[in-house]
């Protein structure tokens, strides 16, 4: 398995920007695909993004392109998530994931590393 430990997260007022880091330990970082998902208070976990192996295929949810931006640094083991335009329903735990995969999946069943999360809230 991969160690996941994410930073980044805060208080941002509605319209500001966060970038959210996952570093990586463990299970060689560069063959996994990673994801990015979140879940705010009483709902279920959603997906937000996910990145190949190289970086050179990325999905996101429908709701969250534009917005957010993800991205890779293999020689840092380090996958960030750039978050602009927030608004308060952006307030969630946002969590690293990592599958033994190369390829890039929006279901969070596929991915079996996770991290602790980190909290973002967006005031109004």
């Known amino acids: 398995q991969v160690q996941l430990v994410e930073s980044g997260g805060g208080l941002v007022q509605a319209g500001g920007s966060l970038r959210l880091s996952c570093a990586a330990s463990?299970?060689?970082?560069?063959?996994?695909?990673m994801g990015w998902f979140r879940q705010a208070p009483g709902k279920m976990r959603e997906f937000v993004a996910a990145i190949s192996w190289s970086g050179g295929s990325t999905y996101y949810a429908g709701s969250m392109k534009g917005r957010f931006t993800i991205s890779r640094d293999n020689a840092k083991n380090t996958v960030f998530l750039q978050l602009n335009s927030l608004i308060p329903e952006d307030t969630a735990v946002y969590y690293c994931?990592?599958?033994?995969?190369?390829?890039?999946?929006?279901?969070?069943?596929?991915?079996?590393?996770w991290g602790q999360g980190t909290q973002v809230t967006i005031s109004a």
């Open positions: 994931a990592a599958r033994s995969d190369s390829l890039p999946s929006r279901d969070g069943y596929e991915y079996d590393s």
């Open positions: 463990g299970r060689t970082f560069s063959s996994s695909a």
